[in-house]
């Protein structure tokens, strides 16, 4: 069941594979190896199979990335916390029977 490619190329196809599976173990021994001899790299190996880390760990190893982050998180912040306040003005507006610019509305006839 070659798939007419002949045994020269199964046999490289082989070889290949052993070297990809082996560099594949060895890579998974080395990330066991860190998390059990160097205690600061569990998050970053917990991260691989999460997909998140804790603050302080950002902060100390990706600093850019982290601040970046935080830049991203105070405009949102800022953004939400703008939207609440137009929200509640526009709401006294309403409720105050104005337009919101101080001039009463006026109900069927004009001044």
């Known amino acids: 069941m ?9 046999q490289w196809a082989m070889v290949v594979h052993f070297v990809a599976v082996g560099t594949v173990v060895s890579g998974l021994m080395i990330h066991a190896y860190m998390v059990a001899v160097f205690p600061e790299e569990r998050p970053a190996f917990y991260s691989m199979i999460t997909g998140l880390v804790d603050e302080l760990y ?16 105070r405009v949102e912040e800022e953004q939400d916390a703008l939207a609440k306040i137009e929200k509640e003005l526009q709401y006294v507006a309403n409720s105050r029977g104005s337009t919101g610019l101080g001039q009463p509305v006026t109900a069927g006839r004009e001044r």
Do not use: P, S, Y
Not at 2 to 10: A, Q
Not at 58 to 73: D, P, S
């Open 2 to 10: 070659t798939f007419h490619f002949g045994t020269f190329f199964v």
């Open 58 to 73: 950002a902060f100390r190893h990706h600093f850019k990335w982290w601040r970046e982050v935080k830049i991203l998180q």
